[in-house]
């Protein structure tokens, strides 16, 4: 049984949950006649494809487009043993220790942030705080000052995000690739200086450019070239994604009060509610695997080196897994709710994800002490282009 599929459209963009239902049940796998890609939307496909890295490769990259051979590969774009190699030079940035040292800094961060517009009775959630927190942790990651750097990193960011999906808009595509030779022109002295200091036997520091300059897995070091794709990589993956996530959760709450009540009645359900909205409105709709050699899906014959679009959020929806998918509720059960794709699945599992909670969650608990009376402010603008799934503009008043 077929059914249509325009990533691209209103409808879908504006509301992907119907569309994510209507495809599980009639058209579990799909091919774009118009753009040639590939989806998949059922659990068990998606899971089956990304844990099959031999089959499905990461080689050309998360993206609709296909990445040049010649550029380097770096996590989410690199298959294993070099994916194994790379994270394993970062893990150590990732670790829980790390993750929780973060929090007193962050939750200052956030005050200041509030202190600059409690007094006004509202605010644009997205860009006042869910854009310039993740920033701010990225360049505290990176080793570079956010006060210098947070709005030059936001510029780069928004057009490297969309231009992941970008095939409707080719000026997108354009951009894209002039914010990579910015960023590259950025880091490559800063990573010049860390690879320097490694060689003369310095310590080049503890953030993550050092961690990687110093790294040394059996043997073998992180490139220049890596180091440069990895500090890209982060910017777009890490910002855009959480800024998305913190704005679904207000989002969510005020559309389903009662949700809001629950939670306020029983903070310890916190944990619960960020995975709910994790689940329930998957920031990123799907990434993509190219197959090294001809696929059978359902009866879609799929010829080798084809784009194959894993679509998280659908798999997020799969009455298969989640009992009673489109309705949100943060009393699910943990462990099931941690089977969510939202960060995606296997070896390429998003390494960053805890750090994704704690930004949200901080985020959570100081508007809501500070600010418990929050409400809709009148004003949702979506974000603009199809990479992800959330809003650019949303007011809250007080």
């Known amino acids: 049984m077929k059914d249509d599929f325009d990533f691209y459209s209103e409808d879908f963009q504006a509301n992907p949950g119907p569309t994510?239902?209507?495809?599980?049940e009639k058209c579990p796998f799909h091919h774009s006649e118009k753009w040639g890609w590939y989806s998949v939307f059922r659990y068990a496909d998606v899971k089956n494809i990304v844990e099959d890295t031999e089959t499905y490769s990461a080689k050309f990259g998360p993206g609709v487009d296909y990445a040049p051979a010649d550029r380097p590969a770096v996590l989410v774009s690199a298959d294993p043993p070099v994916h194994t190699i790379q994270r394993r030079a970062i893990v150590q940035g990732f670790n829980s220790r790390t993750i929780r040292a973060m929090e007193p800094g962050l939750r200052a961060f956030v005050n200041e942030l509030i202190d600059d517009f409690i007094d006004k009775g509202r605010c644009d959630l997205i860009q006042d705080v869910a854009v310039p927190v993740p920033l701010w942790i990225i360049c505290n990651f990176l080793g570079v000052p956010y006060a210098e750097n947070?709005?030059?990193?936001?510029?780069?960011?928004?057009?490297?995000?969309?231009?992941?999906f970008s095939q409707d808009k080719p000026e997108v595509q354009l951009k894209g690739r002039d914010a990579?030779?910015?960023?590259?022109?950025?880091?490559?002295?800063?990573?010049?200086?860390?690879?320097?200091?490694?060689?003369?036997?310095?310590?080049?520091g503890d953030n993550l450019l050092g961690m990687m300059a110093k790294a040394d897995i059996d043997g073998t070091q992180l490139t220049l070239e890596?180091?440069?794709g990895f500090a890209q990589f982060l910017l777009v993956a890490g910002s855009g994604t959480t800024t998305n996530l913190i704005g679904n959760f207000f989002k969510l709450m005020l559309d389903h009060p009662e949700q809001r009540a629950k939670l306020e009645a029983q903070p310890e359900?916190?944990?619960?509610?960020?995975?709910?909205?994790?689940?329930?409105?998957a920031p990123v709709h799907g990434l993509f695997r190219t197959n090294n050699e001809p696929v059978q899906l359902g009866d879609l014959d799929v010829p080798k080196d084809s784009k194959i679009c894993m679509m998280w959020g659908a798999a997020n929806r799969d009455p298969q897994v989640f009992e009673d998918p489109n309705t949100f509720e943060i009393g699910r059960d943990l462990y099931t709710l941690r089977k969510n794709m939202t960060f995606g699945w296997g070896v390429h599992k998003c390494i960053g994800?805890?750090?994704?909670?704690?930004?949200?969650?901080?985020v959570v608990e100081e508007i809501?002490?500070?600010?418990?009376?929050?409400?809709?402010?009148?004003?949702?603008?979506?974000?603009?282009?199809?990479?992800?799934?959330?809003?650019?503009?949303?007011d809250l008043v007080w």
């Not at 994510?20 to 599980?24: D, I, P, V, Y």
């Not at 990573?191 to 060689?199: D, T």
């Not at 359900?269 to 409105?281: N, P, S």
């Not at 994800?353 to 901080?362: D, F, G, I, Q, Y």
């Open 269 to 281: 359900l916190m944990e619960q509610a960020i995975e709910e909205v994790l689940r329930f409105d």
């Open 368 to 394: 809501s002490r500070r600010i418990p009376k929050y409400q809709d402010g009148g004003r949702r603008v979506a974000y603009p282009y199809a990479t992800l799934n959330g809003l650019d503009h949303f």
């Open 180 to 204: 990579a030779m910015e960023i590259a022109a950025f880091f490559t002295p800063i990573i010049q200086e860390k690879m320097e200091q490694v060689a003369a036997g310095e310590d080049p």
């Open 20 to 24: 994510f239902s209507r495809m599980l």
């Open 353 to 362: 994800a805890p750090l994704a909670r704690l930004e949200c969650r901080v």
């Open 226 to 228: 890596e180091m440069l």
């Open 150 to 164: 947070g709005e030059r990193f936001r510029s780069w960011v928004e057009v490297m995000a969309a231009s992941v």
